[in-house]
T-cell receptor, first 115, second 113 residues
Framework: DSGVTQTPKHLITATGQRVTLRCSPRSGDLSVYWYQQSLDQGLQFLIQYYNGEERAKGNILERFSAQQFPDLHSELNLSSLELGDSALYFC??????????????FGPGTRLTVL | AQSVTQPDIHITVSEGASLELRCNYSYGATPYLFWYVQSPGQGLQLLLKYFSGDTLVQGIKGFEAEFKRSQSSFNLRKPSVHWSDAAEYFCAVGPRGRGKLQFGAGTQVVVTP
């Protein structure tokens, strides 16, 4: 158990809908990352927040957005869902952003199925 | 362009035999290097990491990895595999101080009796 929690574990929804995925980082970690794992794209970095501020952005679609709250938990919002958004979404956290403080620990993931 | 290559998509190994998983990277400067393991239906567990110093790093579950700068490689090894080592293994690289990880495509390891 990495100490990173994600809810829900599974999510099944329909095309066009909007969902919110939640992540609680390890105690003491300030940085949160979101990744998407799909069969065709593999593991792709989406976005990083550090202490409430957006720090880095990857290949995140405009239909997706995220935020990190004052208590450091993070939410990833996916809207206008398409079949191709079906994937495993991972959250990771780290203490900081440099050196060994940058070691990322992953949560168990949320499996999203869009029908 | 920056890239991480795991040349072997699938490896089958007998229980008790040695295992070596290959990872090559292409980066502007020496990045941070990691190996993660994903068991079926599970998240990613950190096996080991390299930031600097000794190029042979020890990790959990009896794994080790060697960083070779001249070959831009970070290969993972285990002297004797156990049935519980059957999983998918990912090599990842991260730019120093800038967080995001770039993952290889993964190597699926099957352990036979």
């Amino acid at each position: 158990d990495s100490g990173v929690t994600q809810t829900p574990k599974h999510l099944i929804t329909a095309t066009g809908q909007r969902v919110t995925l939640r992540c609680s980082p390890r105690s003491g970690d300030l940085s949160v990352y979101w990744y998407q794992q799909s069969l065709d794209q593999g593991l792709q970095f989406l976005i990083q927040y550090y202490n409430g501020e957006e720090r880095a952005k990857g290949n995140i679609l405009e239909r997706f957005s995220a935020q990190q709250f004052p208590d450091l938990h993070s939410e990833l919002n996916l809207s206008s869902l398409e079949l191709g958004d079906s994937a495993l979404y991972f959250c990771a956290s780290s203490v900081g952003t440099s050196g060994e403080a940058d070691t990322q620990y992953f949560g168990p993931g949320t499996r999203l199925t869009v029908l | 362009a920056q890239s991480v290559t795991q040349p072997d998509i699938h490896i089958t190994v007998s229980e008790g035999a040695s295992l070596e998983l290959r990872c090559n990277y292409s980066y502007g400067a020496t990045p941070y290097l990691f190996w993660y393991v994903q068991s079926p239906g599970q998240g990613l567990q950190l096996l080991l990491k390299y930031f600097s110093g000794d190029t042979l790093v020890q990790g959990i579950k009896g794994f080790e990895a060697e960083f070779k700068r001249s070959q831009s490689s970070f290969n993972l090894r285990k002297p004797s595999v156990h049935w519980s080592d059957a999983a998918e293994y990912f090599c990842a690289v991260g730019p120093r101080g800038r967080g995001k990880l770039q993952f290889g495509a993964g190597t699926q390891v099957v352990v036979t009796p």
